[in-house]
């Protein structure tokens, strides 16, 4: 069983120790020693935690997709040549990137500060684990 220092979980989670620590008195999550004596938190315990406590704003169009994977963000940086562009967007603490047409840029009038939605539906999403994750 995967098991994360409060350290580490505040890392994933996106928060400070201190916050992970007001969690575990709260008794929001469960934190237990290890053979080393180090507070830890047990890995499907912290994935579902993360996954409660993710939110993610209402996406602001209401057009109808099949695509499940929406982020939405603020539009961060247009690079654009005469043909091509590169928009990156913060969603949360997600940084993504699209390549598109400049046409297409300039018809969303995406420039920095501009609330934008990525919607991603991929035929492959590749998945890697570190070393001593298993």
């Given at each position: 069983?995967?098991?994360?220092?409060?350290?580490?979980?505040?890392?994933?989670?996106?928060?400070?120790?201190?916050?992970?620590?007001?969690?575990?008195?709260?008794?929001?999550?469960?934190?237990?020693?290890?053979?080393?004596?180090?507070?830890?938190?047990?890995?499907a315990?912290?994935?579902?935690?993360a996954?409660?406590?993710?939110?993610?704003?209402?996406?602001?169009?209401?057009?109808?997709?099949?695509a499940?994977?929406?982020?939405?963000?603020?539009?961060?940086?247009?690079?654009t040549?005469?043909?091509?562009?590169?928009?990156?967007?913060?969603?949360?603490?997600?940084?993504?990137?699209?390549?598109?047409?400049?046409?297409?840029?300039?018809?969303?009038?995406?420039?920095?500060?501009?609330?934008?939605?990525?919607?991603?539906?991929?035929?492959?999403?590749?998945?890697?684990?570190?070393?001593?994750?298993?």
């Open positions: 069983m995967p098991q994360f220092r409060l350290s580490e979980a505040a890392r994933l989670l996106g928060v400070s120790d201190d916050t992970v620590r007001r969690w575990v008195r709260a008794g929001q999550l469960t934190a237990f020693d290890d053979s080393a004596g180090r507070k830890v938190v047990d890995g315990e912290l994935a579902a935690f996954k409660a406590q993710a939110e993610q704003p209402d996406d602001p169009s209401s057009v109808g997709r099949s499940r994977n929406r982020f939405v963000g603020l539009v961060t940086e247009v690079i040549d005469k043909v091509m562009a590169q928009v990156e967007l913060q969603c949360g603490p997600h940084r993504v990137v699209s390549l598109m047409s400049a046409e297409a840029v300039r018809e969303l009038g995406l420039r920095p500060g501009v609330l934008a939605v990525a919607v991603v539906k991929a035929t492959t999403v590749v998945i890697e684990t570190p070393e001593g994750s298993r």
